[in-house]
């Protein structure tokens, strides 16, 4: 299988080693069968233009995207919201592009990838914390991770499944476990005040429910809720995509 990995600009500037952790483990899981590329004329999804009212510079970014990302049998991201942008919101950018409803099938967030791809299921490993997962909205909510605490459907959690059997670790239960953190991208910007009163009631709810790592598919969610507990003056607790957790927890000793 020919996999593009698809890496959000602010993984590739601000968290590399998210990048390099997903690599790892998609190598570590995909066996030999697996050929991982990473299509070097790949640009931002443009999804913070396109929240800001400005499509148009979304366009040029999405044409790119498609050019760049078009010809594998799969694409991974390892982002919920970067995904989505992809697969639910290109279409008033690539509708009747060639190549665009491939690349919207084909596109997958990393998790998703591992479970629905790969079939992983639930690997062996160590990881010897109580963590905090956080579902972001994109993933839980327009990818479907999980069934979401809001939804009468039968539960299920995609991203929990993965870290279910590793030894050693548990499960914070915050009392809002699907709540919002307040980022959302540009609203984080435009409505500072509401997005850190958000980012706190997050904070204190993984806090009280005895989080000892904060952990989430989506390092946007994790960037607002570090600088949260950062400023807050916490400077212990670990905060880590889920690929990181897994490259650890799976890594030969």
């Given at each position: 299988m020919r996999v593009g990995l698809f890496i959000p600009c602010y993984i590739d500037q601000?968290?590399?080693?998210?990048?390099?952790?997903?690599?790892?483990?998609?190598?570590?899981?995909?066996?030999?069968?697996?050929?991982?590329?990473?299509?070097?004329?790949?640009?931002?999804?443009?999804?913070?233009?396109?929240?800001?009212?400005?499509?148009?510079?979304?366009?040029?970014?999405?044409?790119?995207?498609?050019?760049?990302?078009?010809?594998?049998?799969?694409?991974?991201?390892?982002?919920?919201?970067?995904?989505?942008?992809?697969?639910?919101?290109?279409?008033?950018?690539?509708?009747?592009?060639p190549g665009y409803e491939e690349l919207q099938a084909k596109t997958y967030e990393f998790c998703e990838f591992l479970t629905d791809v790969l079939k992983v299921g639930s690997p062996a490993g160590r990881f010897p914390h109580k963590i905090g997962l956080h579902n972001g909205c994109h993933g839980l909510r327009e990818l479907r991770l999980g069934s979401g605490s809001e939804r009468n459907v039968a539960p299920f959690d995609k991203v929990r499944s993965l870290l279910t059997n590793l030894e050693g670790l548990t499960f914070a239960e915050p009392e809002r476990p699907d709540e919002c953190c307040g980022f959302g991208g540009t609203f984080a910007v435009q409505e500072e005040a509401v997005s850190v009163m958000m980012g706190k009631d997050k904070v204190a709810d993984y806090r009280q429910a005895g989080t000892e790592a904060l952990v989430s598919p989506d390092m946007s969610c994790l960037m607002h809720l570090e600088g949260v507990l950062r400023r807050g003056g916490d400077q212990t607790t670990r905060v880590l995509h889920v690929a990181e957790v897994l490259e650890e927890a799976t890594r030969e000793p």
């Amino acid at each position: 299988m020919r996999v593009g990995l698809f890496i959000p600009c602010y993984i590739d500037q601000f968290y590399p080693r998210v990048g390099a952790a997903a690599v790892r483990v998609l190598r570590r899981f995909g066996g030999p069968d697996l050929h991982l590329e990473y299509p070097e004329g790949q640009v931002c999804c443009g999804q913070p233009m396109a929240n800001a009212g400005l499509p148009h510079e979304s366009q040029p970014l999405a044409e790119t995207n498609l050019k760049a990302l078009s010809g594998f049998d799969a694409v991974v991201c390892p982002s919920g919201s970067c995904t989505s942008m992809v697969r639910n919101h290109y279409a008033p950018f690539l509708e009747g592009h060639p190549g665009y409803e491939e690349l919207q099938a084909k596109t997958y967030e990393f998790c998703e990838f591992l479970t629905d791809v790969l079939k992983v299921g639930s690997p062996a490993g160590r990881f010897p914390h109580k963590i905090g997962l956080h579902n972001g909205c994109h993933g839980l909510r327009e990818l479907r991770l999980g069934s979401g605490s809001e939804r009468n459907v039968a539960p299920f959690d995609k991203v929990r499944s993965l870290l279910t059997n590793l030894e050693g670790l548990t499960f914070a239960e915050p009392e809002r476990p699907d709540e919002c953190c307040g980022f959302g991208g540009t609203f984080a910007v435009q409505e500072e005040a509401v997005s850190v009163m958000m980012g706190k009631d997050k904070v204190a709810d993984y806090r009280q429910a005895g989080t000892e790592a904060l952990v989430s598919p989506d390092m946007s969610c994790l960037m607002h809720l570090e600088g949260v507990l950062r400023r807050g003056g916490d400077q212990t607790t670990r905060v880590l995509h889920v690929a990181e957790v897994l490259e650890e927890a799976t890594r030969e000793p």
